[in-house]
């Protein structure tokens, strides 16, 4: 009878120490490893798809900007930007997508900034106006950053940017956002800009037709997205009655 227990809690002993062994080398186990096609998409594509792109115009206050995620990311895709003369907003796409959006200072009354369909001409990182003088030194006007889209004195560059048009006939970047959107255009890149962003004002400024179809659809779906947005704020405001 004795030798039975003894031998009864040798085999307890020996199963819970087997148990302890197990236990110890579960834990010490690396976690499985995802399979190739579980792992996450974090190309820029994909990150840009994350984002909603439509309400950042309002959002903008005057020499604000937004770039998406992945917007310096390039494929060698060419860069186009649109430049909305009516909002005071430029909207940079590549591959269809809007990859940025800022805040601009287009031309004032008496120098207002000509609509078209432009090519960039020039890139100089550090250019001199010779037609216009800076009213603080009476030097001539410094324009960083500058990219010229004619040879009568428009072009996009860095500078002060308002909360209306300001400039001579030039649009104006503000500054940061001026310096990145100079890394990714390159010479012969396309400018439109644009009395609004409708097929009219865009067919007007010679858009051609695709082009101003697909400019057209990013404005319509801003001015959907931002129409919910405000209808949605004022059904969630308090006091608002609520629908039956």
């Known amino acids: 009878m004795r030798r039975t227990h003894t031998l009864l809690v040798r085999s307890l002993t020996f199963a819970l120490a087997l148990g302890v062994a197990a236990t110890r080398i579960a834990l010490a186990a690396p976690p499985p490893r995802l399979a190739p096609d579980a792992a996450p998409d974090r190309s820029p594509a994909a990150r840009l798809a994350e984002v909603d792109l439509l309400q950042a115009p309002d959002a903008l206050k005057p020499g604000e900007f937004e770039w998406q995620p992945g917007w310096d990311a390039s494929d060698g895709a060419p860069v186009l930007v649109m430049v909305n003369l009516a909002e005071q907003r430029a909207y940079v796409y590549r591959n269809g997508q809007r990859i940025g959006t800022t805040t601009v200072s287009s031309g004032r009354p008496g120098h207002e900034t000509p609509t078209g369909v432009y090519q960039i001409l020039q890139k100089q990182k550090l250019h001199h106006s010779n037609l216009y003088e800076d009213e603080r030194t009476g030097r001539a006007a410094a324009m960083p950053w500058m990219q010229r889209l004619s040879w009568e004195g428009v072009a996009l560059h860095a500078g002060h940017v308002r909360a209306k048009p300001a400039s001579h006939g030039c649009v104006r970047l503000p500054p940061a956002f001026a310096?990145?959107?100079?890394?990714?255009?390159?010479?012969?890149?396309?400018?439109?800009?644009?009395?609004?962003?409708?097929?009219?004002?865009?067919?007007?400024?010679?858009?051609?037709?695709?082009?101003?179809?697909?400019?057209?659809?990013?404005?319509?779906?801003?001015?959907?997205?931002?129409?919910?947005?405000?209808?949605?704020?004022?059904a969630r405001a308090p006091g608002t009655a609520s629908s039956p």
Request: net charge negative; hydrophobic share 45%.
């Open 179 to 234: 310096q990145q959107l100079y890394g990714i255009t390159k010479t012969g890149g396309t400018v439109v800009i644009a009395q609004d962003g409708t097929i009219e004002a865009l067919s007007g400024a010679g858009v051609d037709a695709a082009l101003a179809l697909l400019l057209d659809s990013a404005n319509s779906m801003h001015e959907i997205a931002r129409n919910f947005v405000a209808e949605d704020a004022g």
